[in-house]
């Protein structure tokens, strides 16, 4: 083999080499963009989820408001029963997130409120039980919207914000029923007149 072929087959060799090189990295951007992509995808569905969280609080005990006026005409104890199944699922899924510490911290002291409150939402609904389970509702509420912004930071994209800031909106448009039903059953103290302005207020500062 004279120098020129043998130059010549070295070459071939190195270009072959470097194409087979070339092509894997390439392969590999486009595998991470992709995965980035559906990370992404997948994050702004648990802000989804963990938003809806926020606003199944509200519902709840609107649905147990609801039950105590006897507002049996839109089947109010049905509602309430889907909204707990809801919410028990909305744990489940967001346990894929506990690797965040701060998630995990926020779900362990919700499933310690949990049975408790459970349990009061489906007894009769009374109005004298109505303080204890607004106190753990809030509880609820504070915890689940710690999840959202945990959740948040993750995102790379201004999607996430936007996903928040809807599903707070939810939250807020079920808030005012929650406390318009509570003053109408009674409860016309501060605390919830307050919590009605405030959500009024919110509600309208949002749609900004």
């Known amino acids: 083999m004279t120098y020129s072929t043998y130059r010549a087959y070295f070459s071939t060799i190195l270009f072959t080499f470097a194409l087979l090189m ?7 951007l486009v595998s991470d963009i992709a995965k980035a992509k559906v990370d992404e995808l997948k994050l702004n569905n648990a ?75 489906l007894a009769p609904a009374v109005k004298s039980n109505v303080p204890e389970l607004v106190k753990m509702n809030e509880n609820l509420l504070k915890l689940s919207h710690q999840i959202v912004l945990e ?34 059953w009674g409860f016309t103290e501060r605390q919830y007149t307050n919590a009605l302005d405030n959500a009024r207020k919110q509600f309208s500062e949002g749609l900004d």
């Open 22 to 28: 070339t092509t894997m990295v390439l392969n590999l």
């Open 47 to 121: 802000i989804n989820r963990a938003g809806l969280q926020r606003m199944l609080t509200q519902r709840m005990l609107k649905y147990y408001a609801q039950l105590g006026q006897d507002q049996f005409y839109i089947q109010p104890d049905k509602k309430l029963h889907e909204a707990l199944n809801k919410y028990e699922q909305g744990l489940d899924f967001l346990q894929e997130f506990e690797m965040v510490s701060a998630v995990k911290d926020s779900l362990d002291k919700i499933n310690g409120i949990w049975p408790d409150y459970k349990k009061m939402i």
């Open 151 to 184: 959740l948040e930071k993750m995102s790379s994209r201004e999607l996430g914000k936007v996903v928040n800031v809807s599903g707070r909106q939810r939250m807020l448009s079920q808030r005012i029923e929650l406390y318009y039903l509570l003053r109408n």
